[in-house]
């Protein structure tokens, strides 16, 4: 087989899976399937050259070569038809007219092939080539330059114009479309000389073999590659193998006779034996080669990637969850010089993924997000990819599919000023995710670096569990001394509230005696000195009275909390409860005073607990609420304001009651919301009486005795919410 | 002349108390203990008991058992400092007035003793 039929056997091998690939991988994006019509054409070409170039008789080389020219004459059109696509340009006049004289032209061909390209003669020894004369073939003439050099010219501007006014991915997809055409350009001139003049060997036909290739890569690898990087490692590859396998061949052709002399008939041993060595030390040069050449090559580059690598081997050693995500945030943003970085974990409980921590270079065009929902297109879209997401990629995806929710996705991203976005995995868990601006140099993300940021990633993601862990046990260390403390306050707050308590209960009784003994003797006749003093006297010890009821009530409030267990636990009825909870309120609000709104189903399961302390509990909060509507009333006197509490119940799916309290008062000052669950905490005026142990004595009674959970919102000037969970009976 | 008797291990609660009623024109005893009140109570009868819940030595509601025990429906009022659901069950068993829980003012006193007293 001679090197034009090796060429042209190459073309088809490779344009046919190109085309193989480009069908499958098209994604719908019309400009790839138009890109699969041109690399078919080329195709076209490759087959017919290799029927022509091989061909015996002169009948089949005419047929070959008319079979040649229809990729000939189409090449041109359809890769201008795709740069148009490309491009986003439309002009279907121009298209109409090069399809116009692209029909003409095929025409021509097959049915005027003497006069096209002129038959053919056989050339080199070789094969049959066309046998084009200035005489017979002006139309010829008039293809080569109004498809190879208008047409082709045109095209190659386009896209020149289209790389500088793009940018991102697109810009180096263009990168690979340009280096693509300059070769295939340069092939098909090669095959033009060799019709044009004589004796110039049609070498350049396997320029035509990599030309599609190149771009196909371009195009359909959406991964973003450095073009240089690409270049490197083919030419390092390219120049180690020739070496390596061209040695033993030069040895064969050209030392053959030094060989002879010296080995005699087992002289073939020597390139042999060379061919083997070389073929196993091979790649270990070639790596060692690249290495040296990326290494100058990259030489930032691979500062920041081995500082990343060194930096996620030491983050398990952190326990602290606040130093962990802001040294990620830190590291990241510093070595590869980004504009910014964020660090969002998730949150069981709320279901989202709060922002941990931030670092950034630049002011951010607008206010990163604090929480990204999990039910996200976003989320879905990192979960579903697992892998890096760049924002570039994902636009120009969602663009060109005119894909809705890529184009959420991407939205998001843009809300983020996110340039790649790295997911840390645990086993089957998103975690976090990193999200990283822009590089300060406006260089690219390459594949390398998502490489190392996925290494990152999942250090990260092994730290940050870790973490966590480390936080959970903490919090249950915390807890069980909380507990055991809470214990022994309990024994002891027995013992002393009994002393208390009868203390107080002696105070009251001394003081009452006294007074009755006063108002006893009111009419017996003393000086005025003494009948004042008596007046003082009995002032003092009506302040003793009142100080002992509201000593005994903070004891009894205190008291309430230490009381355990499940005993007396049964299926309670909220509705019967608010009612309970309502009568006790009943000296204190008049009727009309106070709106409650009852917002939930009557047929909600019923409550597991103890009646008398989950009264107590709504008796508190409806008795707060009703204080903070009130000091609202008094402050802010607004004309229409009505005092409401809204109550709202609902079963949660894992077998719970959610009970939510809302109201229109005060609300809670954010100074004071850090203390609203401390014991003898109050911001209640001294008037209102308040013993600062209702909140505490309800979280105590919900959350320990049973089980459940109390939170709350709260706005200054606005209202309260309060939420608690419950466990239902079932 | 309605006769009372207050148990309960304060000596300053049994002193006031004793005065207070006194004045009322009531009988007053005391008792600082489950074992004193006893004896008092086999010499005499009375029209009402105050009898503390919680003692150093003999808890009221033992007490108390032991009155029933003994054959005597004396009226009982039982003064306790945190209402014990248990205790509050197992006292209505045996039967008693009423529960009055410490600190309680003196004339908030009065009127339930007098009330008890009168009927």
């Known amino acids: 087989m001679h090197l034009l039929a090796l060429s042209n056997l190459l073309i088809v091998v490779m344009c046919g899976i190109l085309v193989f690939l480009l069908r499958i991988r098209s994604g719908k994006r019309p400009f790839v399937e138009m890109w699969s019509w041109a690399s078919l054409a080329v195709f076209v070409w490759g087959l017919g050259g290799l029927i022509a170039t091989t061909a015996l008789s002169e009948r089949l080389a005419v047929f070959g070569w008319q079979i040649a020219h229809i990729g000939t004459i189409l090449i041109p059109v359809l890769f201008s038809h795709f740069v148009l696509m490309y491009c986003n340009l439309k002009k279907s006049a121009w298209l109409f007219l090069i399809y116009s004289l692209a029909c003409l032209f095929l025409v021509f061909n097959f049915c005027f092939p003497e006069s096209f390209f002129g038959g053919v003669r056989f050339v080199f020894n070789e094969f049959f080539y066309t046998n084009w004369t200035e005489k017979k073939g002006v139309l010829y003439v008039i293809m080569y330059i109004s498809f190879y050099w208008i047409l082709l010219l045109y095209s190659f501007a386009r896209l020149l114009i289209f790389f500088f006014k793009s940018a991102g991915v697109r810009r180096n997809a263009v990168k690979y479309l340009i280096l693509g055409s300059c070769i295939g350009f340069l092939g098909a001139h090669g095959n033009f000389l060799t019709i044009f003049v004589d004796g110039v060997y049609p070498y350049s036909n396997f320029l035509i073999a990599i030309y599609p290739v190149i771009i196909g890569y371009g195009i359909v690898r959406y991964r973003l590659m450095d073009i240089t990087l690409v270049i490197t490692r083919t030419g390092i590859f390219v120049a180690t193998y020739s070496l390596i396998l061209g040695i033993p061949f030069i040895l064969a052709f050209a030392g053959r006779s030094w060989l002879t002399s010296v080995l005699g008939e087992s002289w073939w041993l020597a390139p042999l034996i060379t061919s083997t060595v070389l073929a196993t030390v091979g790649p270990f040069i070639y790596l060692y080669i690249q290495n040296r050449a990326e290494s100058k090559l990259f030489h930032e580059r691979r500062r920041y990637q081995n500082t990343l690598r060194r930096a996620s081997a030491g983050m398990g050693r952190i326990k602290d969850l606040r130093r962990l995500t802001s040294l990620i945030a830190h590291i990241v943003t510093r070595t590869v010089r980004l504009s910014h970085s964020m660090v969002y974990l998730y949150n069981k409980e709320d279901k989202q993924y709060g922002l941990r921590a931030i670092k950034s270079n630049e002011e951010l065009a607008n206010q990163p997000p604090k929480v990204i929902d999990a039910k996200t297109a976003l989320i879905d879209e990192i979960k579903k990819y697992r892998r890096p997401i760049v924002t570039d990629e994902v636009s120009q995806k969602a663009q060109d599919r005119n894909d809705e929710k890529l184009k959420e996705v991407d939205a998001q991203l843009k809300e983020l000023c996110a340039a790649v976005i790295i997911p840390t995995f645990v086993d089957e868990k998103l975690v976090g995710v990193i999200v990283l601006g822009q590089k300060l140099s406006g260089k690219m993300f390459t594949e390398d670096d998502l490489a190392v940021f996925t290494i990152l990633a999942n250090q990260a993601a092994l730290a940050i569990e870790n973490a966590f862990f480390y936080e959970d046990m903490k919090e249950t260390h915390e807890q069980l001394f909380k507990a055991e403390k809470m214990a022994t306050i309990g024994t002891m707050a027995d013992g002393l509230s009994h002393q208390i308590n009868n203390r107080f209960h002696a105070l009251g009784f001394i003081a009452g005696d006294v007074l009755d003994t006063i108002k006893m003797k009111k009419n017996v006749p003393v000086p005025d000195e003494i009948k004042e003093m008596m007046v003082d006297i009995e002032h003092a010890l009506h302040r003793i009275e009142d100080n002992v009821s509201q000593g005994g009530d903070i004891v009894r409030g205190l008291l309430k909390y230490t009381r355990k267990g499940e005993e007396g636990f049964a299926a309670v009825d909220l509705d019967a409860l608010i009612d309970a909870a309502l009568e006790m309120t009943q000296f204190k609000i008049k009727p009309g005073q106070l709106a409650i709104m009852r917002e939930y189903s009557r047929d909600l399961p019923k409550i597991k607990g103890n009646f008398t302390q989950l009264q107590e509990v709504f008796f508190n909060l409806v008795d707060n609420a009703f204080d903070a509507m009130m000091q609202r009333k008094e402050e802010l006197k607004e004309p229409d304001f009505k005092a409401i509490i809204r109550i709202e119940a609902e079963a949660t799916p894992s077998g719970k009651m959610k009970i939510v309290l809302s109201d229109t008062g005060m609300g809670i000052k954010e100074e004071d919301k850090e203390k609203l669950f401390t014991p003898f905490f109050t911001t209640k005026l001294s008037s209102r009486k308040g013993t600062g142990l209702g909140l505490f004595v309800i979280q105590r009674l919900i959350e320990e005795n049973h089980g459940g959970k109390v939170q709350y919102t709260s706005e200054h000037m606005k209202g309260t919410q309060v939420r608690i969970t419950l466990p239902a009976y079932s | ?119």
């Not at chain 2, 609660?13 to 024109?25: L, P, S, T």
């Not at chain 2, 008092?40 to 009155?67: A, N, P, Y």
Request: charged residues 35%; glycine residues 6%; aromatic residues 6%.
């Open chain 2, 1 to 119: 002349m309605s006769k009372l008797l207050i148990v309960d291990d304060e000596i300053d609660i049994r002193e006031f108390a004793k005065r207070f009623f006194k004045k009322r024109g009531i009988d007053v005893y005391t008792a600082s203990g489950g074992d004193e009140a006893h004896e008092i109570i086999q010499d005499q009868e009375f029209d009402l008991i105050l009898l503390d819940i919680r003692m150093d030595e003999k808890t009221g509601v033992e007490l108390l058992r032991e009155i029933r025990e003994s054959g005597n429906n004396v009226k009982v009022i039982m003064v306790s400092g945190i209402e014990e659901e248990d205790m509050i069950k197992e006292t209505e068993a045996l039967g008693v007035q009423g529960f009055i829980h410490k600190p309680l003012v003196l004339d908030e006193l009065e009127k339930i003793v007098l009330a008890e007293l009168k009927a």
